[in-house]
């Protein structure tokens, strides 16, 4: 699995919008400046969040981006998987391959399912909410004082 950075910054955009979900739509110039993102690249990837129904838009003065659900009902791994694609580090691992010759007598494959299989356990029970929560109580901390 490797993150592009179309992929780095639509799940920064996505985590940015589940941290200010109770406040509605944000606008891209805010999003931008918050995750210190390139406006018209940023463009891209919210249209690209968009069409996978991550997220939604509105239009006119009050209008922005929001997510199209709420943060716990966003999967980590599905935002990966459809911004960049499989998560298998190898073309062998994913379902319905046979170009290989030595598919059943390879002993990398079974070392690159597992490979899979954690990566997979690990994103596909990760949301938003999860991740937004986390920042928060982060923020928490540093924010106490004596």
């Given amino acids: 699995m490797k993150i592009t950075y179309k992929g780095d910054y639509a799940l920064k955009a996505l985590l940015d919008l ?7 739509v944000s606008t891209i110039n805010d999003i931008a400046k918050r995750i210190d993102a390139p406006v018209k690249f940023l463009e891209q990837v919210l249209l ?3 069409k996978g ?48 010759a030595d598919l059943d007598c390879c002993v990398f494959k079974g070392v690159w399912e597992k490979v899979a299989q954690s990566t997979s356990d ?15 109580v982060k923020n928490e901390i540093f924010a106490y004082s004596i």
Avoid at 67 to 93: F, K, M, S
Avoid at 122 to 136: K, P, Q, S
């Fill in 18 to 24: 589940a941290i200010h979900y109770e406040k509605g």
């Fill in 48 to 50: 690209d969040l968009k």
């Fill in 53 to 100: 129904g991550f997220v939604e838009s509105k239009r006119g003065n009050v209008g922005g981006y929001q997510l199209a659900q709420h943060p716990n009902q966003i999967v980590l791994g599905d935002v990966v998987r459809y911004i960049d694609g499989p998560i298998e580090p190898i073309a062998c691992v994913g379902k319905g391959y046979s170009n290989c």
């Fill in 122 to 136: 690990i994103i596909d029970h990760i949301t938003f909410g999860d991740l937004a929560t986390r920042v928060n």
